[in-house]
Every structure is written in C-alpha cells, then in structure tokens.
C-alpha cells in the first residue's frame, strides 16, 4: 500500500493529518504536479480523473479522493474515532465535513482557479467568479464563527475529520490563495489555533 | 421523528429515493422554498444555513445535508447496504459519490445559479461562470461515459447512493437546469435507464 501525496497541495495534507491521528504510517510518494506526474499513464491506471492523493492498494486498484481514503483507514482501524460514534453522532460529522467542503472549501477552490496568479496559465479564468465566491467565503466564515461559540470542534465535543477539512481549507485559503481573514473572527482564530497546535497539524 | 423535504428540489429527491431502497417510511413535511418558509425560525433552530432537507429527530435535534441524513438510515438499518460493503468496497462508493457530487453537481449547480432564469433574482449571475461549468459538466459526462462500460452501476455490481446522487444530478441538469445531454453518451444513457426504471426512482 503507498499514498500518492503532494506536500504542496490541500486534499493530500487531509489524509496525511487523518493518518497522523490515527498513528497509521503508510509509505507515500511525492506526485510532481507541476510537471502534471499525477496525469501520467501510471496514475490513470489507478485514478482516471488524474488527481490526487491516490491510494494505491496492494491488490493495483486505486481508491482517490481524500475522504474515500480517510474512510478506509476509519474501517480498518476505528480508533480514535474520526468519522464519529453512533448513528446520530456519524451524521453529525458527516453533515459537518460536507458544511465545510461545500460551504468552504468549494468556494475557496472557484477562488484559487478563477483568481489565483497561480492556475491562471491553466484556465480562463473568470475574475467576477472569483469576486463572487470571495463574498461566499466572507459570509461562510461569519455563519461559522457564530457556530463555534461555546464549542471545543466543528461537530462538537470530539476531534473528527470535518475539523481536519477545516483547517485545511482554512491554510490553502490563508496561505496560497491568498484570502485574508477577518480578525473580527474571533471563534474561528481560537478553534484554528487549537487544531493547529495539534502535533497532526504538522503532518 | 420527520423529514423537512421539498418535491422539486434535487436534494430532499436524494434522501427519498435512498429511503425508498431501504423501503423505510419516514413522514415527510413540504417546504415552500419560493415562500422561504427554509429560512424560518424555527427551520434555522434545525438547521442554521437555513437549507433542506433536514431531518428532525425526536430529541429535537436536525440533521442537515442530503449525505448525512442517508448515513444516519444506514447506520439504523443496514441493509441493503447502500454505503458500500467491506473496507474496500466502503471506500469506492464514498470515492464514487464525491466524484459525482464534485464533479458533475457542483457545476451543475453552478450553472443553474449562474445561468437560469428561475435563480436571475436571486444572485448578480455571471453569465460566463455559466458557460464554464457547462464545459465543466461535459467533459465529466464525457469521462463518465468511458467509465460507465461494462459497468451496472457506479460503484460496481451493486447500487449505491453514488447512483442515487448521479440519477438526481442528471434529472435535475436536464430538467430545471436545461442542460441537454449528448446523445452520443450511449454508456450514461442506458445506465440512467436502468437506475429511472427502478421504483425507488419515483419517490
């Protein structure tokens, strides 16, 4: 088993704090997308969209996207739990990872590709696109800081893989992309902070 | 318990369709999203970003997002199983509905905010982030077709809510959105036939 990883990029850095957490070592390989490695013939025999992290299993079949690996480790190794507990507490994390994913992360990516100095070579971009998802961004953040108050993670008292999606999201968007936070977002900084100083955060 | 639905939105279709196939009976309320009646009190006590479906629990808490209310039924009534089976199995239809989701709703979506006249009061659209995710939603169809040979379903052999997610995206694409579907898609349209024709599809 071997992760296709990239150190740069957002999704392969979910998998690798998820990893971490868990205390899972899994041999990784470092996919050069500037030089579009992931798109070789090698990597869509394992992954056809051409994207990674891709895990590759020992049996040549490859599972991508970032929480379809993450899942996979919670099935073979279920603690600590990240995925949640119980019926009512797994929905809780799994309505919380998508609040994250669709109501940030989405908007964060239209930012990247449609405002980014950095993918402008790849696509045409749209800059009222990126205008537009900046004030999505903006208006996300400030439901979510009125959501934090008086609790310790996303889908409340336990660390799970939807606060992982966050932080991610949240560093792509900071660092890369280049979105400037409200400092007015005071819930937002301390959660951020305190996953932050997680050893995982590292990973 | 209930489930705040709507019969003409994509989303709440998801959720109703997955109960069908477990063949669970849930009462079901109607919101009128033209009157905003999502965005109420007591809808936001429910669900704070004021969106559906939502699924009230006895305890009076909501669970929102499509995906997660699916994953509570499944936790509480396993069979059939609709997540996957195994580890593995888990994996690829978790990798199977983010694909489509990712790939094919979010662009849809993005089109149908972007480029229809039901949503022109709504939002400053940007006619050319319209015509960009049409590309976008092509391209996909374009690789799912390759994808879907030899294949009864996405996932694999067996129907998963990765078939439930790509079945509404596509009824709603070509439906309210207005996208027209390739007819040189020959692999799309007979999987397409054999999902609409199952009675869960009605629901």
Redesign the interface.
């Known amino acids: 088993m071997k992760l296709h990883d990239n150190r740069h990029a957002p999704n392969p850095r979910r998998v690798r704090i998820f990893l971490a957490e868990k205390g899972i070592e899994v041999p990784t390989v470092q996919v050069d997308l500037m030089a579009r490695e992931q798109k070789s013939d090698a990597m869509k025999r394992l992954n056809?969209?051409g994207s990674i992290p891709v895990l590759e299993?020992d049996d040549g079949?490859g599972?991508?996207?970032s929480?379809?690996?993450c899942?996979?480790f919670e099935?073979?190794h279920p603690e600590p739990a990240l995925f949640g507990r119980?019926?009512?507490g797994?929905?809780?994390v799994?309505?919380w990872n998508?609040?994250i994913e669709?109501?940030l992360l989405?908007p964060v990516a239209q930012v990247w590709i449609h405002g980014s100095p950095h993918t402008a070579k790849l696509v045409?971009q749209?800059p009222?696109?990126a205008a537009?998802n900046r004030e999505v961004v903006a208006r996300f953040l400030g439901?979510l800081d009125?959501?934090l108050a008086g609790r310790n993670f996303l889908a409340g008292d336990a660390y799970s893989v939807a606060d992982i999606t966050a932080l991610c999201t949240l560093d792509f968007a900071t660092g890369l992309v280049g979105i400037a936070l409200d400092p007015a977002l005071a819930q937002v900084a301390r959660w951020r902070a305190a996953v932050s100083a997680r050893p995982s955060a590292k990973a």
Chains 1, 2 share one sequence.
Do not use: N, T
């Open positions: 056809s969209l299993l079949d599972i991508a996207e929480v379809a690996i899942r996979y099935e073979l119980g019926a009512k797994r929905a809780q799994e309505m998508r609040r669709l109501g989405m045409k749209i009222a696109a537009f439901w009125r959501e």
